[in-house]
Structures are given as C-alpha cells and as structure tokens.
C-alpha cells in the first residue's frame, strides 16, 4: 500500500541524508566505489537517494514473487526445541513459497586497486581513513595463513603491530586496524583509521611503512604461537548466545563449509606454519598497491586521480 511504502521510503532516505554527514559511512562508500566503479560491490547496500526515490510498490511485488523461494532460502535455529516441532513449524512459515526463484547473477569482479589516494573534504576535525589491498576470498588454500598474519598485522585490538606502532607509540590515530574482506568474487584485505586532520599524512606513511616492513621481515615463531594460541583459545567465546550460533551456522551453510566446521576449525588454525604467514606476507602485502580514501581535511594529503 502507498503509506507504508512512502513512510518507510521516508525512514530510509533521512537515514542516507544522516549517513552523508557522517566520514566514517561517506568514507567506506567512496572505497567501494573506488575499487569496483563499474559493478555492483561498489554500490551502496541500502541504495542511494535517487534509487530509493525511483522504487515503487509493484518493484517490491516483483522482487518478492521472483527473489523469494525456497531454492535460495538457508535456515539457521538454535533453541529449546524438537526436530519435528521445527519441521512443522518451518513448513508453517516457508511451505507457502515458491519452489525456485528467478535466476540472478552477478558478474564477476575486476577490482580497480592501483594504490589510487582519494581524498572526499569534509569540515571535520578529524579524519576517517579506510585502505584496502587485494587479499584471499573464503576457499583460498591460503585463507586461513592470512587470517593469521593479518591479525597480527592489523586484526588483533591492542596487540596487533598497527595498533602499536601508530596508536601506542606514536600516538598518531585513534583508531586503527585491518580485517579480512572475502566477496564471492574477489577477497580484500581491508582497514580503517581516524586521526587528527594534520597527522594524516604522517599516520599514512607508518602504516606503509609497517605494511612493507611485515612482507619483508614477516614474523618469529613466539608471535606466531602466540596468535594461534589466542585465536583458538578464544573461539569458544563466539558461541556464548543463541544468536551468536545462529549467525555462524547460517554462514557456514552461505560458505558451504560442512556441517563438522566447527569441529575442525580450529585445527586450520593450528595447521599454519611460519613458513605460510612468512610466505603469504612477502606475495601479498604491497603498500604501494593500497587504496587509501581519506574523509575530512588532511594536510599534506590529495587526491592521485
């Protein structure tokens, strides 16, 4: 009906109006946009003004009747509950729905990663960085040596080499940090960071200079048993909700990791050698290959392009 869509339609829009006065939001979209110009990781998840404005009650009937079926649906439930009540229950909620959906494709991604700097000016008193570089998609053989050495790089909060080196040392950034980004057609090592506007050139320098120093020095065997130590030992914590295991189960059947994943999950991790993570860090990490997007007002920084 026309009042709910509108009022939704309203909802959504202030909140993207919200979202261009943020840095941090402007700053991941521009990145985005900057890596994959021309398909569609590169659009904005919860659209743009215009597309919001363009949708219509009968493109929301379509998309219903065409996208959603069985075929595409995966189920996840953790709970007090018998498998035949949650068969029945199932069957109550999803029987009602098409068998199969319309197919849908998404070409594959070309990401345009050529150590491009772009910077978006924002009148704000602090900066919000975000960087990226080609990295493992989620089936990679070498995906479980890299989730290792970025947590050492960047991934690990207080005790990664990025954290210490900018924040701790030099007092330079806020925030700083790195994550594995695995798309269905390209895998990102991704990062982000927020600074004062005049140490935004300095914070960019020793996060380079630390990207560079890891692929050629790599790591020692204590940091190494260290790490693996804490990311199995602290797995267990992420399956202290229901929600918490429901999310992981859903991911593992959108993965297709097997049904034993949280079994052998941790043996991936004990299974990486120093030889791997020293390896995988002298191919992969290449600063000068970083796409770096800036929002705010740094001095000494500017656009390549």
Known sequence: DDEPVNRIRAQILAGLRSDLEDPDTVAGLTLAKEIFPNHPYGRPVDG??????????????????????RDNLIVAVVGDIKP??????????FASLPA?????????????????????????????????????????VDFYSVFVLNHILGGGGFTSRLYDEIREKRGLAYSIGSYLYPLEHV?????????????VDKTLKVLKNEWQKMADDGVNKEVLSDTKTYLTGSFPLRLTSSGRIAAILV????EGLGIDYLDRRNGYIE?????????????LLDPENLVVVVVGSPSGVTSTR
Do not use: C, H, W
């Open 100 to 140: 199969t959906s319309k197919p849908s494709t998404v070409a594959a991604a070309k990401p345009q990663i050529n150590g491009q700097v772009k910077v978006v000016n924002m009148k704000v008193p602090q900066s919000a960085i975000v960087f990226a570089q080609k990295g493992p998609k989620r089936g990679d």
């Open 251 to 254: 991911s593992m059947q959108l």
């Open 84 to 93: 035949d009540e949650l068969s029945r229950r199932l069957d109550e909620v």
């Open 271 to 283: 299974a990486v050698t120093l030889k791997e993570v020293n390896r995988v860090a002298k191919s």
């Open 187 to 199: 895998g990102l090592i991704q990062g982000y960071g927020g600074t004062a506007n005049k140490r």
């Open 48 to 69: 743009t003004l215009e597309t919001i404005k363009a949708i219509t009650a009968d493109d929301l009937k379509a998309f219903v009747s065409e996208r959603l079926a």
